[in-house]
């Protein structure tokens, strides 16, 4: 099975069968101010949708959301818990700053519906895969075309037959993946600018110093 995602927008999108072109899920910002993503599932055969799921996003960090899923409201960090290290990287010009990073693999965990549990895995890339708890794959995603030198396709992923009676449980956690990749890849971008804008001050004043410190001794002499 391959869904396609009809916009490049984790939290407002339309998700449909590629096969047919049936809309099978809708996600959407339901309170901006609270950054509250709705979730809802079309019922099949119909135009009718039920809520699925809500995420409540927090501000700080996203391990600290709230996840409204199967008539429970749940933290992020006991939902889909993070796995592997930490690193940490220190701004060479010691401005203070660090920039966290999941691990390499950007690994988070689930327990599905069925009892059993999967394995996200992603990179800087946009691209997961969903493991089972034999390391089988379940889910691969493809990074949108626009057909200039691919053929066009937007974001969609393959959902092989292990995942079907999951898909609830896989929509979920895919759409906080894909967001937590998303907020940490801004995270850090804005942090390297601004410590690279740092560096860029902290040389300039250093080579505007020799000048006025060679002018002097000249001046001396």
């Known amino acids: 099975m391959n869904l396609s995602f009809r916009s490049s927008d984790p939290l407002d999108m339309v998700i449909v069968d590629s096969t047919n072109g049936a809309v099978l899920y809708h996600t959407e910002m339901h309170n901006v101010v609270d950054q509250t993503t709705r979730v809802n599932k079309y019922i099949s055969g119909t135009q009718e949708a039920k809520v699925l799921a809500e995420i409540h996003w927090e501000r700080l960090t996203t391990q600290s959301a709230n996840v409204l899923y199967r008539g429970q409201k749940l933290k992020m960090s006991d939902f889909l818990p993070r ?3 930490i690193m940490y990287i220190y701004e060479a010009a010691r401005c203070l700053t660090f920039i966290h990073i999941h691990n390499f693999f950007r690994t988070r965990t689930f327990v599905a519906s069925d009892g059993k549990q999967y394995k996200w895995k992603g990179d800087s890339l946009m691209k997961f895969k969903l493991y089972d708890p034999s390391e089988n794959l379940v889910v691969e995603s493809h990074k949108q075309h626009q057909g200039v030198f691919h053929k066009a396709q937007d974001y969609n992923v393959d959902v092989l037959p292990p995942g079907i009676p999951i898909l609830d449980d896989i929509i979920v956690t895919f759409i906080i993946m894909n ?15 601004s410590n690279l804008k740092a560096l860029v001050n902290r040389y300039s004043g250093g080579v505007k110093y020799k000048r006025l410190q060679s002018l002097s001794l000249k001046t001396d002499h």
């Open 83 to 85: 796995q592997g290290l």
């Open 179 to 193: 967001n937590s990749e998303w907020r940490l890849q801004v995270e850090l971008y804005t942090t390297l600018w």
